[in-house]
Structure formats: C-alpha cells, structure tokens
C-alpha cells in the first residue's frame, strides 16, 4: 500500500509509504492519493486531514525511474503531471483544512504537495528542496504558483534556479511554512493541531481558504464582494449561532462542522 491511512477521531491522517524511495510518487501513487482525499471527502465524520510521510522522508518527488527518457525518446509527462495536478487541486479545494508533517526531505513535487496544504509544520531535521533544476526541469505540481506568493520574487527565483536545500527553521523564517518543531515533537505537534482544526467551524474555514485563495488574482473591489458572499453563508451557518451563543454564555464553543 503506498498510501496508508488512519482514522483519528474528526480527521483522517493520510502517509505517504514508499520509505525506501523516501516516499517518492508514481503515477499509481498519485491515483491513490487522490482517491483517498475523495473518500475523506465523502467520510461525514473527517473535519481535517493530516498528511505526511513514512519514514526518513517526506516525499522525494517524482520517482524518476519512472520517467526515465529512453532511446524511444522522452517521457510524455502530460498525463503524468494531469494526475498529480488533481491531486493538487482537490487539496485546494477540499472543504475542511489540510495539515502537512513534513517529518524529513520535501524535493522537487513532493515539496509542492506539501506547499500545497493549508498549514504546514516541518520537523527541524527536514528541508525544502525546488529539486526540479537539478535534472532540467521547471517546479512543478503549483510551485512556480505558490512559491512566489509564499516567500515572494527574489526567494522564488532563487530556489527554483539555484535548486538548495532550505532547512525547515528557515523556511519557517521565510514563510514558506508555518512551524519548524522539534523532530521528536512532529507528530504530536501536528495531530494536535489537526485535531483541534477538526472541532473547528468546518464549513467557515472552507469558506475562509476559498476566499484566501480567490484574493491571489481577484482585485480589491472583487474581493470585499466575494467576503460579503461568502461572510453570508458563513453567517448561515449552526456554527455561527453556536459561537456567538458560546461568546455571550461565557464558554467555549462547541462547533459540529455544520
Ligand atoms: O519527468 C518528471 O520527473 C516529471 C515530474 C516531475 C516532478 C518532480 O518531482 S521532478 C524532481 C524529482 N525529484 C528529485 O529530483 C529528487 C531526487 N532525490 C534526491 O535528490 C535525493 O534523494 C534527496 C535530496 C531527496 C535525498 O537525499 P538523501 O541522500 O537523503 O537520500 P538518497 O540516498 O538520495 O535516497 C534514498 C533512496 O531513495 C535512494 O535509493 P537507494 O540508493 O537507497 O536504492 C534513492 O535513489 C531513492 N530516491 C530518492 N529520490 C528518488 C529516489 N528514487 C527514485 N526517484 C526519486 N525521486
């Protein structure tokens, strides 16, 4: 299996298990991947998930003896890349919020799967590295689209030309993610976190990550229409009722998701 999952009450944590390739994807993998998001998707008792990686590492990148160019000729990588890229998409849109432990090396589009999640820790030991240069190719799987919103122009270029490892305490301090945490303090750091965000407002914080990703290309004037929107049907929602009732009765709010 090289995708493992297991059930946390309010979340799903997803591995990535290929640990003697350092998790690295196949086309296969992805497929996987995908479906498993589609069945937390599905599952009404998933409010968060968590994703991460099986042993030393988080995710190498493609596995590249699957692409190898032949005396046939190149790798047709379109399909390839189509099927990583629904995997992309479908972390974006999922409407509950995406963890990534990224618990050692994230190269080439193993570091924009994890780029791709809505919050990110790293153990201290892991890095971040645009492999994609190294082997003639451009970042890939959103990485020319997040990294310069992440860590802005100047820093983009450079990791996607330079191809350097970034420690997980810098990509802290360059915002590129949100937390380096102790090795040993990873997975606990993380499935709190993810656990806390599966008693959150599900449906507000859906609505909050449409909205953040919305702001990437829409103007101001678009995007205090689509706030008023979207602030709208967050406003429908049980959870609002319950957190202004939980506020005004002094107690910690008890949100069901809905
Ligand atoms: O054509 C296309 O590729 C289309 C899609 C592109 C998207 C991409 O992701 S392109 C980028 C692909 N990834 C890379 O270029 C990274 C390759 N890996 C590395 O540079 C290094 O492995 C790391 C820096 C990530 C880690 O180095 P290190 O020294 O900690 O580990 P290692 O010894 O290199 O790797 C451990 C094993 O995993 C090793 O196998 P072995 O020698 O023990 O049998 C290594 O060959 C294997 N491995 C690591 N990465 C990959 C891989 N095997 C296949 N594909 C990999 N990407």
């Not at 859906?206 to 967050?234: C, F, H, I, S, V």
Request: net charge negative.
């Amino acid at each position: 299996m090289t995708i493992l999952v297991e059930q946390h009450p309010g979340y799903w944590q997803v591995t990535l298990n290929r640990p003697d390739r350092l998790n690295a994807l196949t086309a296969a993998m992805g497929g996987a991947l995908l479906a498993t998001l589609n069945e937390a998707e599905a599952d009404p008792d998933c409010r968060a998930i968590l994703l991460t990686g099986a042993g030393r590492g988080f995710c190498a990148g493609q596995d590249l003896t699957e692409v190898m160019p032949t005396e046939a000729g190149p790798p047709g990588l379109k399909p390839l890349l189509d099927g990583y890229n629904a995997v992309i998409r479908k972390l974006r849109g999922l409407e509950m919020p995406v963890v990534a432990a990224v618990n050692g090396v994230a190269a080439g589009a193993g570091a924009n799967l994890a780029l791709a999640c809505d919050i990110v820790l790293a153990a201290k030991s892991a890095s971040f590295l645009q492999a994609f240069a190294r082997i003639g190719l451009i970042p890939d799987v959103g990485g020319t689209w997040l990294l310069p919103r992440l860590v802005g122009a100047a820093r983009a270029r450079a990791l996607a030309m330079l191809a350097e490892p970034l420690t997980a305490e810098r990509a802290a301090e360059w915002s590129l993610i949100w937390q380096a945490v102790d090795d040993d303090k990873l997975t606990e750091a993380a499935r709190a976190l993810t656990a806390r965000l599966a008693q959150g407002p599900t449906k507000g914080l859906a609505l909050a990550k449409r909205a953040l990703d919305a702001a990437e290309t829409n103007t101001l004037d678009q995007q205090l229409d689509l706030e008023r929107d979207l602030q709208d049907e967050a406003a429908r929602t049980a959870d609002y009722a319950e957190g202004v009732r939980a506020f005004l009765e002094k107690r910690p709010a008890k949100f069901s998701g809905r």
